[in-house]
């Protein structure tokens, strides 16, 4: 019950604070020209591995930024598959038209990141 309780907490917080969460799961910081403005999270394929969503938002030119230094690749047809579940994880319509770039880190658990062409844009880890 205890854990089950932090969790709910902690996700709440996060949920308030996208922001703070952005930085304790990803290990960066947002420059000040990018705001995180929306957090959510779905179980994945256990009970013990969550999947992380972010709406971001600012400039195209500072959501690029968002991924300098990473090791995230060009992959607009792989990140269009994540869209359709990123955006009804983070509750809002996306059309694949949307996406104006979309991007791939290859790891054991694959992270994605999509620029939208309305100054907004989706990190999923």
Sequence with gaps: IAVATWTHYRDRFWRE???AAFRQLTGRSLSRAVHAVAYRSSANDNVLHQTHYWLLKGSVESLRQVIAGTSFERSDDDA????????????????PDAILEGYEWERDRDSWYLILNDGRSIYVQ
Excluded: G, H, K, T
Aim: proline content about 5%; overall charge positive; cysteine-free.
């Design 17 to 19: 604070q996208p922001e």
């Design 80 to 95: 269009r598959a994540v869209a359709v579940r990123a955006s009804q994880a983070l509750q809002m319509n996306l059309s």
